[in-house]
Nanobody
Framework: QVQLQESGPGLVKPSQTLSLTCAVS??????????WSWIRQPPGKGLEWMGA???????SHSPSLKSRASISRDTSKNQFTLQLSSVTPEDIAVYYC????????????WGKGTLVTVSS
């Protein structure tokens, strides 16, 4: 069974960098044809895809984040990390990590999500 678990601070101050980690078990993040993504949902709004890191290590990001997002991985720990710089209250959201199967485009496994608040 594939499991994803987000971790990181629940509270970040404005202008700081948010860092979240997704620990993966039951599957390797280097397995062919899977992408590992970050998605968020602000209160009262829909899901927003933020970016992903591929099984080969290449990354893609949503243009709406204006280069504030960076995704990296640690294959020795089988985990990947999101860093979001210059946070504002507009970044308050539940942050999820998920696996994307490239064959179908489906996000077939999700973490439970972690709430991040931005406040001084």
């Amino acid at each position: 069974q594939v499991q994803l678990q987000e971790s990181g601070p629940g509270l970040v101050k404005p202008s700081q960098t948010l860092s979240l980690t997704c620990a993966v078990s039951g599957a390797s993040i280097t397995t062919n044809y899977y992408y590992w993504s970050w998605i968020r949902q602000p209160p009262g709004k829909g899901l927003e895809w933020m970016g992903a890191i591929a099984y080969v290590g290449s990354t893609s990001h949503s243009p709406s984040l204006k280069s504030r997002a960076s995704i990296s991985r640690d294959t020795s720990k089988n985990q990947f990390t999101l860093q979001l710089s210059s946070v504002t209250p507009e970044d308050i959201a539940v942050y999820y990590c998920a696996r994307i199967a490239t064959m179908t485009g489906a996000m077939d496994y999700w973490g439970k999500g972690t709430l991040v608040t931005v406040s001084s």
